[in-house]
């Protein structure tokens, strides 16, 4: 399409020209938001056809649709920028609002340091097809015998943990697709074997739930449930549930998932001096953010006692690289200290860190030569792509399943997808380029 046919466009969409700069891409978006309430709020003309494709036209439903687009648009005037906001963690500048099932993204440029005009640059407009994940704290599930499912109470918010087994989630959509999705089988996993599947199920296990940040077109933006309730009051919140359940002799087993384990040592660092002796913690699939060395310290300083497993990770999972190779010796080192059955848990880590190490060589080598044609090697590179790509679908990512090896996690992909696990990995990965 032309620039007559943008500005035609824009015209017909409610902008006006930005007067003063005919060079500018950007136009004002209505006359409604040139600052005399609010912040002005300009929109890239270039987004027109967009618009109009969003919108659908001027006529009839469609007009009264364009309309709507419009009246979203202009909260821009109050808002960008606020608590209600998604943040890019690259760009401090660069924002993004979800208002129903539009996205809008944009820059907020100051008075003062710019050439530019003050105000809000819109540089995209789409549907929404994510939503909030929800806050951080204490949230029951139980289990639904009649349906075999797993069911979180969004509105029983708690303080504390108020059953036998807890969870911390690492990736996931949101409260529900963590509680009910992702944390129940790692927590039959880790526990089951105890007093059976069945005694989880019969109780039900508590969720602390850890906002993810948001993976948006090759960007990552803090959720307005992160900016809201911040690291040092998320990690406040789970260490005083953490010692208000051991003022009441409360025994829990922690299930702690991916960067779940992080949160977990900055409430545990928050307890410093605190006898923790009746919780027990076990850890899934720790990315590289969270220390994991440093962590089992802390948990060994609080009397905390550690899993027969300790940790469990898929051997596709790279995500925690530097916890699988370099930090390996450290971390079988503080595992040693909790002696026991511990001591031998703690060689296997330590050969299983020099066998990673030798593995992230090997793979390195076969990404420059591209010569592997095995389905053994297209299948790992598959995995490995999803744990890179923070695929949120547990049926094709191993970051969802340290429990299983290769074979058993192929074996559930199949089972899970109706044997399409190709098709249905490629289709997610795609919705993560586009920022779906």
Request: with cysteine.
């Amino acid at each position: 399409m032309d620039i007559s046919n943008l500005r035609r466009n824009a015209k017909l969409a409610g902008f006006s020209r930005l007067l003063g700069t005919p060079s500018s891409n950007f136009v004002l978006l209505a006359k409604e938001t040139d600052g005399t309430s609010g912040r002005k709020v300009f929109i890239d003309q270039n987004l027109a056809t967009k618009f109009s494709e969003l919108a659908g036209g001027e006529k009839g439903e469609a007009k009264v649709n364009s309309d709507r687009l419009l009246r979203q648009l202009y909260q821009l005037r109050a808002v960008a920028a606020g608590g209600t906001a998604f943040s890019n963690m690259q760009n401090a500048f660069e924002h993004m609002h979800i208002f129903g099932d539009l996205k809008v993204v944009y820059k907020v440029v100051q008075s003062s340091g710019s050439s530019e005009p003050s105000g809000v640059y819109v540089t995209d407009i789409d549907y929404a097809n994510f939503r909030k994940g929800g806050e951080p704290g204490f949230y029951p599930v139980e289990y639904l015998k009649g349906a075999k499912s797993w069911s979180t109470d969004l509105d029983s918010r708690q303080y504390s943990v108020n059953t036998k087994n807890a969870a911390i989630n690492g990736l996931s959509k949101s409260v529900e697709h963590a509680g009910n999705n992702i944390m129940p089988s790692m927590v039959e996993a880790a526990y089951g074997n105890r007093e059976g599947v069945n005694a989880i199920r019969n109780e039900g296990y508590t969720l602390f739930y850890n906002p993810q940040s948001l993976r948006d077109k090759g960007c990552n933006w803090y959720t307005p449930e992160q900016k809201q309730v911040n690291r040092k009051h998320a990690a406040g919140m789970l260490g005083n549930g953490i010692l208000e359940a051991q003022r009441r002799g409360q025994v829990v087993q922690w299930s702690i998932h991916g960067n779940g384990a992080k949160l977990f040592g900055e409430a545990i660092e928050r307890l410093k001096g605190q006898n923790l002796d009746k919780h027990e913690v076990i850890f899934l699939s720790t990315p590289d953010e969270a220390h994991l060395g440093k962590i089992l310290g802390s948990v060994r300083a609080a009397g905390m006692k550690l899993h027969e497993d300790a940790l469990k990770v898929h051997e596709d999972d790279w995500s925690g690289a530097l916890n699988r190779t370099i930090r390996a010796g450290g971390i079988a080192n503080e595992v040693a200290k909790f002696g026991g059955e511990h001591v031998t848990q703690a060689e296997a880590i330590r050969s299983q860190g020099k066998a990673s190490l030798l593995a992230s060589a090997g793979w390195i080598k076969f990404a420059a030569q591209l010569g592997a044609t095995s389905l053994f090697k297209y299948n790992t590179l598959r995995n490995m792509v999803a744990v890179n790509a923070e695929i949120t679908d547990a049926a094709v990512n191993p970051h969802f399943h340290p429990f299983k090896d290769k074979h058993q996690f192929a074996a559930h992909a199949k089972t899970a997808t109706g044997g399409r696990v190709n098709s249905v990995f490629f289709s997610e990965l795609v919705k993560k380029i586009r920022g779906q």
